[in-house]
């Protein structure tokens, strides 16, 4: 699905040298490389606080903590995400409420996020899922009106670029009150080992998340609150800097293989290709595709078989696993995720696919699926 060797490959030497240079440094844990990681990637989102830690779950927990969600506390979110976005809610005994998404764009549909909407709602989770950003202007308004936190889960999105109906522009992320994110290998900006951060123009915020992630420190040996060990490492931070400025360009290696896919695909009339909405860019973490006829696990069998990788994002949705049922939820509510579990298959997205690979692809995906 990913070509991580490639990638590497292409940076070997200075990657290499900069770790090295770290690991002679012994400033292994918040040292200079974290710091300025975090300076530089708040320029690259043009947002005032950026708070790393050590991977893209525990950004989303910290966040919802800095926020003061207390049990009970209920907070929407997409039934079609990877279960850290729910799971957070859960563990902190805050109530996840589950809604349904958009058939065309996957992202969480905004009138269901209306309708779950109840006096112990206290914040709303939308996922940017796949690369491109989830109705923001739409999430605000509802926000705004009942006085609700936003979360941006931008784990798959980092990079993506929100147009206001204004005109205005904004990264992915920094839209709502805090926005979250991985910096997991695989994901868009990849580091070699885990790691994450978290967003927001709200200074005080900043200042609270600055000190849960360590321990509830605010001063030394002073713990105010309780709080969590979740630090970014500075070999991590170190490769980071290295790839940031890199990231435009993965983006757009990233637009093309899918522009490629997209228009392969585009006549066949049992394939529907990746809608993206047009207040939004859509920085392809992962390229979807619906299978209508129902061959879609035929069809995942045949491109393994063709030593194609490829990947059902997701077979079971949120609401149906056994640790987020719950007897609230009537299947009636989610009949977009209940039917994209079925017709779902992500192909391979990465940065480095040659067009002699799209070609293999696109052809053993249009002989099987006519
Ligand atoms: C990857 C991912 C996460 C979790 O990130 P980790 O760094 O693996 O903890 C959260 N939400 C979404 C949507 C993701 O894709």
Known sequence: MVDLKGQYNKIEKQIDEKVLEVLKSTAYINGPEVHAFQKELEEYLGVKNVIPCANGTDALQIAMMGLGLQPGDEVITADFTFAATVEVIGLLNLTPVLVDVEKDTFNIDINAIKKA??????????VHLYGQCANMDAVLEIAKEHNLFVIEDTAQAIGANYTFKDGSKKKAGTIGNVGTTSFFPSKNLGCYGDGGAIFTDDDDLAHIIRGMVNHGMYKRYYHD??????????IQAAILRIKLPLLNGYCEARGKAAAYYSNAFASNQNIVTPAIS???SHVFHQYTLQILN?????LHQHLLDNGIPNAIYY??????QKAYADERYNEADFPVTN??????ISLPMHTELEEEQLEFITSTILNFIK
């Open 315 to 320: 077979p079971v949705p949120l609401h149906s």
């Open 294 to 298: 129902g061959k879609r696990d035929e």
């Open 278 to 280: 047009d207040f939004t």
């Open 117 to 126: 909407i109840t006096p112990k709602t206290k914040a709303i989770v939308p």
């Open 225 to 234: 609150v309780v709080g969590v060990n979740s630090r970014l490492d500075s």
């Open 339 to 344: 039917e994209l579990k079925d017709t779902v």
